[in-house]
Nanobody
Framework: VQLQASGGGLVQVGDSLKLFCTASGLTFRSYTVGWFRQAPGKEREFVAATHGHSSSIVSADSLKGRFAIFRDNAKNTVNLQMNSLNVDDTAVYYC???????????????????WGQGTQVTVSS
């Protein structure tokens, strides 16, 4: 199983950015895929996830309205649209996948089996 996260970069406050997570080596529609982020000196933080079977979406309360997650089972991708970025959004963003994750566990990083390498997002003022 491989997860490839991409789309990060350097943007200005208020800009938008779209991250891409492409998976291979798995029956994609059976997997829950989530996005997490980790800022320097901080713990890894849940961003959003989409459930494999039910397609339920769970998002961090603090990011609702700015971040949205989209799943395309035909392309084995889960994308993260980020709008109105601010400096606090600066972090390495990781996508992760897990097969047997119940909806109530989607926010827990320990529930995920596979992780991508991360993509850096830097928001400059």
């Amino acid at each position: 199983v491989q997860l490839q996260a991409s789309g990060g970069g350097l943007v200005q406050v208020g800009d938008s950015l779209k991250l891409f997570c492409t998976a291979s080596g798995l029956t994609f529609r059976s997997y829950t895929v989530g996005w997490f982020r980790q800022a320097p000196g901080k713990e890894r933080e849940f961003v959003a996830a989409t459930h494999g079977h039910s397609s339920s979406i769970v998002s961090a309360d603090s990011l609702k309205g700015r971040f949205a997650i989209f799943r395309d089972n035909a392309k084995n991708t889960v994308n993260l649209q980020m709008n109105s970025l601010n400096v606090d959004d600066t972090a390495v963003y990781y996508c992760a996948a897990g097969r047997r994750i119940i909806v109530s566990s989607m926010r827990r990083d320990q529930a995920y089996d596979y992780w991508g390498q991360g993509t850096q997002v830097t928001v400059s003022s």
